[in-house]
């Protein structure tokens, strides 16, 4: 590893170390302790001092909310509700992706009758996000009766003017000659993308795939709109659902599990394309 | 291998024409090098044949078809590029074969033409590597490499010694002219650099603002360039030209001195054109130029004096011998060799 320009000896090194050290406590200590109170049980957690060890009850709390035994929703499973959620994610994430990679494609690469005004109508939808456009959006999604299912809770999300706009600045920064070599080699516009624009698009794929994920992940208002059955919840909603305003009809301790278990896959896709991403920026650099 | 036609071609870009008719025959096998300095329009003439460009009007055929309307890859043609434009993701071999992939060749050619271009450029070592862990010298072969496999019928390279430190551009000079004997495949070669243009073609396009001024030998465009932009352009350190008044045999140089030059035509004024390598020392400067020098640059075998010509600010070039004893603010006379002059029209350029 190289030495950083600010290397620093001594005092100076201990302070550092100091703030950071302080820095990383004052951001886990309190996940750490939603894991601590999801392996007690709500009697242990609802009455000081708070433990901070994990106790006893965490494979019971763990099995009764995966097998639905939490009543406040409905008595579905985690697993359940975990699929929904991934299913949502991914499908904004991957939506999201193939339409503004396509979108960016089709402005950056050809010339088409009121490409300039396509690219600012774009643009243009950065000021609406789903807010403000909620009521059409419902009402369109009902009269598709696609309430309740899976394409209403994805397709409203998945067009993205950030995406677009992320990949049309990448994509100008491809040489013209790349282009042109692809085209003496022979290469259409199809093989052009999968070819050459696709790998080399990869980091920034991988990137926002992540964002978008998060993303994804953690949507409320929307599918709190266009769900009415508890099958069809997501994790992050049937949390808000367990917590009711009188402390002894909430399950804090099944609300814990829940928690830790809507932390985990954004932590696990973070980890597992950041590696991938690192690798990418350093096999292909241009 | 292939003729290549070129027929009027001319190219406009947002009303304005930048190529102003260009017409040629370029023999199957021959080596064309386009020369002409920034902005003249070679690239876009190059581009143009390669299909990368669109056609204002005019005709392009290549090896008996008009191309005009045919996309890139369905010209049989090769490009090389001025930075190469190599994939920076495939590696040098996957950077070589691509196009022959797309054209669904078999694996065995496919292979045997990527060993045998290697091998020419001596890229074997590097197949596996990157483009970004190779030299600019070896990214200018690839780049080649790419071309060679395909077997077009016609190579275009853009200036693709550009970016190389002068050493190499000498060895890949010899290289590319090495390849072309070997390959004998018709080439258009765009380059700014007047040593390549004349020592790698067959024949050159002397360009100058969109128009041909010369198409030629590099010898013929040497000897006899036929207009001043050329005269100019062509040889290093450049021709001196100077406005001159000719009356009664002799040309009237600036600052009023009468040379008798014997068998200048007609009359009045005239642009005079000699090369420095022309031009000799004459004993005095009694009927010779008088040339006071402002600098002496040695180059060993030759020098070259720079210096005005007397009373005048007009200035002028002497190729000296390499040991000459000149020095700053000596006066020499100097008289052109004879049959050495060119002479151009003031108000066309053209050559009288
Ligand atoms: N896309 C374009 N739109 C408008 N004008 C252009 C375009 N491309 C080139 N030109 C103009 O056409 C002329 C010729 O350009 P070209 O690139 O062919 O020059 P060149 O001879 O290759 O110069 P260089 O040696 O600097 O590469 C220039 O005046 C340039 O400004
Ligand atoms: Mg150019």
Redesign the pocket.
């Given at each position: 590893m190289a030495e950083s320009p600010f290397a620093s000896r001594g005092a100076s090194r201990i302070w550092a170390h100091f703030w950071m050290v302080l820095g990383v406590i004052l951001v886990v200590f309190p996940v750490y302790y939603v894991f601590i109170a999801s392996t007690h049980s709500t009697q242990t957690i609802l009455r000081p001092p708070l433990p901070l060890l994990p106790g006893p009850e965490g494979l019971a709390n763990y099995g009764d909310a995966l097998s639905g035994g939490i009543g406040q929703i409905g008595g579905v499973s985690l697993w359940r509700l975990l699929g929904n959620t991934t299913l949502i994610a991914v499908g904004i994430a991957v939506g999201k992706i193939v339409i503004s990679m396509a979108s960016a494609y089709a402005i950056v690469f050809f010339r088409f009758p009121l490409r300039m005004v396509c690219f600012w109508l774009i643009f243009i939808t950065l000021m609406l996000p789903v807010e403000v456009r909620i009521q059409p959006t419902y009402k369109v999604m009902v009269d598709l009766g696609l309430i309740d299912t899976y394409p209403g809770l994805i397709l409203p999300l998945i067009a993205s003017a950030t995406a677009t706009l992320l990949f049309r600045q990448f994509f100008m920064t491809i040489p013209d000659e790349l282009l042109e070599a692809a085209r003496v080699d022979g290469a259409g516009p199809w093989r052009f993308f999968r070819d050459i624009l696709w790998p080399l698009s990869l980091t920034n794929v991988a990137a926002i795939f992540v964002i978008q994920f998060i993303y994804g992940w953690t949507q409320y208002l929307w599918p709190l709109l266009v769900t009415n059955s508890n099958e069809m919840n997501t994790i992050v909603i049937a949390l808000k659902k367990m917590i009711s305003f009188a402390d002894a009809e909430t399950p804090w301790n099944l609300v814990m599990v829940t928690s830790v278990l809507a932390i985990l896959p954004p932590i696990l896709v973070v980890v597992l394309m950041q590696r991938w991403f690192v690798k990418g920026l350093v096999e292909t650099e241009k | 291998m292939a003729r290549i036609l070129l027929n009027d071609l001319r190219?406009t870009?947002?009303g304005?024409e930048?190529i102003h008719g260009i017409t040629m025959d370029i023999a199957d096998g021959e080596f064309v090098v386009i020369v002409?300095?920034?902005?003249?329009?070679?690239?876009?003439?190059l581009?143009m044949v390669a299909g990368l460009e669109g056609i204002s009007s005019g005709t392009i055929e290549i090896g008996g078809k008009v191309v005009n309307a045919l996309e890139p890859r369905d010209r049989n043609i090769a490009m090389v590029f001025?930075n190469y434009a190599l994939y920076p993701h495939m590696s040098v071999r996957e950077n070589m074969i691509y196009g022959l992939k797309i054209a669904k060749m078999p694996r065995a050619e496919i292979e045997e033409r990527l060993m045998r271009a290697a091998k020419m450029l001596e890229l074997e070592p590097y197949l596996d590597r990157k483009p970004r862990a190779l030299s600019g010298g070896q990214r200018q072969r690839v780049a080649m490499g790419r071309a060679l496999v395909r077997d077009p019928a016609a190579f275009l390279l853009?200036?693709p010694l550009s970016n190389l430190d002068a050493k190499l551009r000498l060895q890949m000079r010899l290289q590319i002219k090495e390849m072309h004997l070997r390959t004998g495949q018709t080439t258009l070669y765009?380059t700014?650099d007047q040593v390549e243009a004349m020592t790698l073609a067959d024949r050159l396009i002397v360009?100058n603002a969109?128009i041909a001024d010369q198409i030629g030998t590099p010898l013929e465009v040497y000897e006899r360039p036929a207009t001043e932009f050329v005269a100019g352009f062509i040889g290093s350190p450049a021709m001196n030209i100077l406005t001159v008044t000719v009356s009664e045999g002799a040309a009237i140089l600036p600052g009023n001195r009468r040379l008798p030059l014997p068998g200048l035509p007609g009359a009045g004024e005239f642009r005079l054109g000699m090369r420095p390598e022309d031009l000799r020392v004459a004993e005095s400067t009694e009927g010779a130029i008088p040339v006071e020098l402002r600098s002496v640059e040695r180059l060993g075998a030759d020098a070259f004096g720079y210096g005005l010509i007397e009373g005048t600010d007009v200035p002028m070039t002497v190729r000296l011998p390499g040991n000459s004893a000149a020095k700053r603010g000596d006066r020499l006379g100097v008289l052109p060799e004879d049959g050495r002059l060119h002479l151009f029209s003031v108000a066309t350029g053209k050559r009288v």
């Open positions: - | 190219k870009y947002d304005q930048v002409g300095p920034s902005g003249c329009g070679k690239s876009t003439l581009r001025q853009d200036e765009v700014h360009m969109g």
